[in-house]
């Protein structure tokens, strides 16, 4: 427990302090009017307050990745909190708030429009075919998870029981995705928030009540997982693509142009996409302490359960044993409404992605309902491999987790490349640095992963030291070719 409350603080002090240092870098300016004002059309451009804007982000971003990624992290013992703390603070935070500043400045484009810029034109269109794979995986995967724990709330887990919930939530996706954001979005997602931060916290309690016998940094930071199911999975880089969302996801940089798009005024900016991704943080370390006790500390015996159990099976039990039947619900509700408001959200970004290559306004509904419903069919598509293959959902999750670091990777390389062009000194390493470790991460995780190459897990530490090498002679190499135009221009 000691080590949970050193990573608590931390990650507190991470922004207070961290946030404020990366808000200087980006220097937002109060009087420049943002797209919420200069291009309100009452659908996707429309001023929100920014409690509520806050709140949409967190649940956005959240989905199930810091709930069910930190359960399976967690497997990997305390090195899961170190990960979620330094990934959180200084790469997934400062991804998140960068991106969206980016497209705050450039009138809420989306991000293949800044890979683009910053990138060139092939990398943009990777990018876009690459951004619509991610937001249809999301999709699919937060279809899946909630059908799962609503059809266990209902008191029947069977397998028809489930595909009714997976039809209901897939309506309203549709319904969610075609209505301007204000309609649905912005009147009962600040709710749905609420609660999962109810949830997390009341958690967070009853581990302080309980202060369990959990596994601690020194008690080494080896895998602790072998009978738990992540037996010969190496913590490098296995582990910081299992926890993806809790530390650093390029899923969110598919997101923040949403609310983007709703923001009044700048400076709002550092609390609504920094603070939010350490919100997320918070969410996700309480989970991985939670986790760590079901694991290794007998509390899934303690559960009724046993700890093969899968990560939404460790929300339902752990919820209803430690918070009581109403408390129970409540926590599960919030578990249940981060996926399904990230998927609807996923794809209306999506939508808005394909609207802005096509340059197809997005006012009149025929217009959206022109690329709603192929996107939806795709969707569709993917949500029944998801479910007829029995082991859909372990191999959809982890090509999500792939797919998901490897697009943080393209958004952070095209943040470095403003921040060297616009920006003086060694700035550009607060998001150069990191991408360079999650370029390691992605193209290890591809190379020795069952899902990918499967070459053998013990050359993964070779090979993302390789890797890290390159990507830092290439940002080496960009920041002296930088500063070669720059004395050519003088």
């Not at 797209?35 to 001023?47: E, H, I, T």
């Not at 609504?272 to 991704?277: A, E, P």
């Amino acid at each position: 427990m000691i080590s949970l409350i050193i990573s608590l603080i931390a990650l507190i002090l991470g922004y207070l302090l961290y946030s404020k240092f990366v808000e200087r870098v980006f220097g937002p300016e109060s009087d420049r009017p943002t797209p919420a004002v200069a291009k309100a059309d009452g659908v996707d451009y429309v001023v929100l307050p920014t409690w509520k804007v806050f709140m949409i982000q967190f649940l956005n971003i959240a989905g199930t990745g810091p709930i069910f990624g930190a359960i399976m992290g967690a497997k990997f013992g305390p090195a899961s909190y170190l990960w979620i703390v330094f990934g959180c603070i200084f790469a997934g935070a400062v991804h998140d708030y960068m991106t969206g500043m980016l497209s705050l400045r450039k009138g809420g484009v989306g991000l293949p429009e800044i890979i683009g810029d910053y990138l060139g034109q092939g990398a943009k269109k990777v990018v876009l075919v690459f951004t619509m794979l991610l937001l249809t995986l999301v999709a699919a995967v937060f279809v899946y998870s909630p059908a799962i724990i609503l059809g266990d709330i209902a008191g029947d887990g069977s397998s028809t029981s489930m595909m009714i919930w997976v039809g209901v939530i897939f309506v309203y996706y549709f319904i969610a995705t075609m209505l301007p954001i204000d309609k649905i979005i912005g009147k009962i997602y600040p709710l749905f928030a609420f609660a999962l931060i109810f949830m997390a916290l009341a958690l967070m309690i009853g581990l302080f009540v309980k202060w369990p016998s959990i596994p601690e940094f020194w008690d080494g930071l080896a895998n602790r997982g072998p009978s738990v199911g992540v037996k010969g999975q190496p913590i490098f880089p296995c582990l910081f693509i299992t926890i993806a969302c809790g530390a650093i996801s390029g899923f969110h940089a598919t997101q923040s142009p949403l609310m983007a798009r709703c923001l009044k005024n700048e400076k709002l900016g550092r609390p609504v996409f920094y603070g939010s991704m350490i919100t997320e943080g918070l969410v996700a370390l309480v989970w991985a302490a939670v986790s760590s006790y079901f694991f290794f500390d007998g509390g899934a015996a303690e559960c009724g359960s046993d700890i093969t159990a899968a990560a939404p099976t460790v929300v339902t039990t752990v919820s209803k044993s430690w918070l009581g039947v109403l408390g129970g619900v409540l926590a599960i509700l919030g578990v249940v409404a981060a996926p399904i408001t990230s998927g609807d959200t996923a794809l209306r970004s999506t939508r808005l992605i394909i609207a802005d290559f096509l340059k197809f306004d997005q006012k009149p509904v025929r217009n959206r309902l022109l690329i709603s419903v192929p996107l939806f069919i795709v969707t569709a598509l993917l949500l029944w491999f998801n479910i007829s293959d029995s082991n859909g959902f372990n191999t959809i999750w982890r090509y999500f987790g792939w797919a998901n670091q490897t697009l943080a990777v393209f958004s952070l390389w095209a943040v470095t490349v403003y921040l060297l062009s616009n920006k003086k000194g060694l700035q550009y390493l607060i998001s150069g640095i990191p991408a360079a470790f999650m370029t390691a991460v992605s193209v290890t995780f591809i190379l020795v992963d069952k899902v990918g190459f499967g070459v053998k897990a013990g050359a993964a530490p070779g090979i993302g030291l390789v890797t890290f090498a390159i990507a830092c002679v290439v940002l080496s190499y960009m920041k002296t070719r930088h500063d070669s135009k720059q004395k050519d221009n003088k």
